[in-house]
């Protein structure tokens, strides 16, 4: 399978629902180009832009399309883990329109800490421990990793409870900070997973890539 074929594939399982039509092509070349279904932030390579779609996700300057947000749009998203361990809830909130499109309907969103130090989410007057006091004196890494997967498998059991077709995967590590994750249905996981893209940046579970962390947390 080629990355044109994949990008075709993925196309008809609604891998683009989100973009503007004006965009599809352009954005499918853009992957064909780096031979990755996934563009980050940033400057792009030189293409045709004749059909391009400016918005407030993406700028043309001088003949170069600049993106300020990753794409697919809606569905590709980067994630710095030290400032969602430093503020929950900024992050939620962020999420709630793409989750509320996924059937994930959040009204309310909070965060909460125990006397023992542990601490959390409330979402719709429910709670979640995100970060068990426990590790209050760990690595900063430990925690921010920890308190990453633990949130990632929530989304993905609300989505469940939604009946969503869909669930995150992380799909590239930037650096020790920064994630990038995908709402995927099954379908195109698969697909993506047999495709010829690198490695590094095929669909994993949450709960396989942060293996180590949630086994062991205290060793890492």
Known sequence: MTVEE??????????????????MSVLKSLSEKNSSPWLTEGQQQHIDLAS??????????????????????????????E?????????FEAMQPVLESRGVLIAAIDEYWT???DKGIILNHNMFLLCP???????????WNYSTAQALIL??????????DEQVYVVKELDEDTLYIAFLSSQMCQLISASPILETEKPKLVETFFSEVLKNPHNN
């Open 6 to 23: 994949l990008l075709s594939q993925l196309e008809r399982l609604g891998f683009y629902q989100h973009e503007e039509p004006g965009m």
């Open 52 to 81: 391009a779609v400016e918005d407030d996700q993406t700028e043309i300057i001088e003949g170069v399309l600049w993106l300020h947000h990753p794409r697919p749009y809606n569905r590709l998203f980067a994630i710095s883990r």
């Open 83 to 91: 400032d969602f361990y430093e503020c929950f809830p900024d992050w």
């Open 115 to 117: 006397g023992k130090g």
């Open 133 to 143: 006091g426990v590790l209050d004196q760990s690595h900063s890494l430990t925690k």
């Open 155 to 164: 989304i993905n059991h609300l989505l469940a409870q939604a009946t969503s």
